[in-house]
């Protein structure tokens, strides 16, 4: 037990930091800067979407919505975009810090990414559609009828892949959004948490509410379709029980195209896809892991650790948002 206990200590300590000043309620997402490690965006029940500098460990700035923000991007190192409960899609200027309205969904934007080779804004929301927004104007550019309310999104190159209600999956092309390239269903029994596209975009990761995570790729021809699997995780096993948890967080490593997962039993792994083993564990933050980014670089992850009401409102640890250094030995395919 001591080698474990004084493992435990390392993985906590000068690795690792809580950012200052964190938001007021639940966190709902964390986006490193495109192009540096020292800003991250955070967008939070609390209404807010806030600027870090990693590095200083300060709030540069925030801006308000009029309810809670449900996802945020960056456009560019100096615009981010965001949406939520109230239905607003905003751009923000970080420099200058205005305010733009640019449109609005008719029911809660739960998705926000940019797509830099179509150089398009996507936003997807229960209203079941996705909406595209050219960032230059800023305006609407289309909107897109999905099946279902839309729970998750990720751009893979100029293609889309929507993850909505009902297990659905969708592919689309976003330099020719007339048709649906592929509709497929989800590999796993339950509802969908989350999908994020593999850097090399050859596939996607896609989580579900019951502790399992599909790995999935996009040439639909059989042989390439041989290569899909899918694997438990966040699990455990207390008093003999087998507790299962949602996996909440996916993000992708842009340099080795591993992946970290981020679920509600509070752990974070990290995964190498091609030899399907897990790379690592971190030692358990104090609540669910709520959002996931690995920075550009792939030299930091920011893991929110954000109570998600699975038990209802009632007393929890507080929401908070840690940076830490990952190593090559933790997120390399050995």
Request: with cysteine; aromatic share 10%.
């Amino acid at each position: 037990a001591i080698f474990s206990s004084f493992a435990e200590n390392l993985m906590t300590g000068s690795n690792e930091y809580k950012l200052n000043q964190g938001p007021e309620d639940s966190i709902s997402a964390v986006k490193f800067s495109p192009n540096t490690s020292q800003f991250l965006l955070v967008s939070s029940w609390d209404s807010t979407v806030r600027l870090y500098d990693v590095g200083g460990n300060t709030m540069r700035m925030k801006y308000q919505h009029t309810a809670p923000v449900l996802d945020c991007a960056f456009y560019d190192p100096t615009h981010s975009w965001s949406g939520g409960l109230d239905a607003q899609l905003k751009t923000h200027d970080l420099n200058t810090d205005q305010d733009t309205i640019v449109g609005t969904h008719d029911a809660p934007i739960r998705c926000v990414e940019y797509c830099p080779e179509v150089n398009v804004m996507v936003t997807g929301s229960w209203d079941r559609s996705v909406r595209l927004w050219d960032p230059r104007t800023p305006c609407n550019a289309g909107t897109f009828t999905q099946p279902e309310k839309v729970y998750t999104l990720s751009v893979a190159g100029d293609r889309l892949i929507v993850g909505t209600a009902g297990r659905r999956v969708l592919v689309w092309d976003l330099r020719n959004m007339g048709y649906v390239q592929q509709r497929r269903e989800s590999s796993l029994k339950y509802q969908t948490r989350c999908i994020r596209a593999f850097p090399n975009k050859q596939g996607y990761v896609l989580s579900s509410i019951e502790g399992r995570v599909a790995v999935e790729y996009l040439d639909p021809s059989q042989e390439v379709q041989k290569k899909k699997y899918a694997f438990k995780c966040h699990r455990l096993k207390e008093n003999g029980i087998e507790h299962v948890y949602p996996v909440n967080a996916i993000s992708f490593h842009s340099v080795h195209n591993t992946f970290a997962t981020g679920g509600s039993d509070g752990f974070v792994n990290i995964w190498d896809p091609f030899n399907k083993k897990r790379l690592c564990q971190f030692h358990r933050y104090p609540t669910s892991i709520a959002s996931l980014s690995f920075s550009n670089d792939g030299t930091m992850l920011a893991i929110a650790s954000s109570y998600m009401q699975e038990q209802g409102d009632i007393s929890h640890p507080e929401d908070a948002i840690f940076i830490r250094q990952v190593t090559d030995a933790e997120t390399k395919p050995k």
